[in-house]
């Protein structure tokens, strides 16, 4: 699972630099993670995020507020630094949760973490 997941982040990475930070949970609990970031106190308020339609959520001591989202998605934009959390959802009980930077457009970004996700659905 975890030669998966960093195989996603690095092809992730390598296609869109933009996005600095990656992470994936599983049953609300991170599996993986970039050493850059560390979200096990807030994983759980993330991966709620899409489903609760939630205005803010926080992220590493950051808050984001929710631009767009849905069942499956969430994007935020941070009110200090103006960068984007992104949550995808995986499958029934994984996520994927990656962080760019506030040059990213953030509409275009989250396909590529989408795809991501879609790459580890059989993997998480």
Do not use: C
Request: aromatic fraction near 8%; charge should be neutral; charged fraction near 25%.
């Amino acid at each position: 699972m975890e030669s998966a997941i960093s195989r996603q982040w690095y092809q992730l990475y390598e296609n869109n630099p933009k996005i600095q930070a990656f992470a994936v949970a599983k049953d609300g609990v991170i599996v993986w993670q970039t050493k850059n970031w560390d979200l096990l106190e807030d994983i759980k308020s993330i991966v709620e995020a899409p489903v609760k339609a939630s205005g803010k959520v926080s992220a590493g001591g950051v808050k984001y507020k929710r631009v767009r989202s849905a069942k499956d998605f969430y994007i935020g934009i941070s009110e200090s630094d103006g960068g984007h959390l992104l949550v995808v959802q995986i499958n029934d009980s994984g996520w994927v949760v990656a962080w760019a930077e506030s040059s990213a457009v953030p509409e275009l970004t989250i396909i590529d973490i989408t795809k991501a996700a879609i790459h580890l659905k059989g993997n998480i």
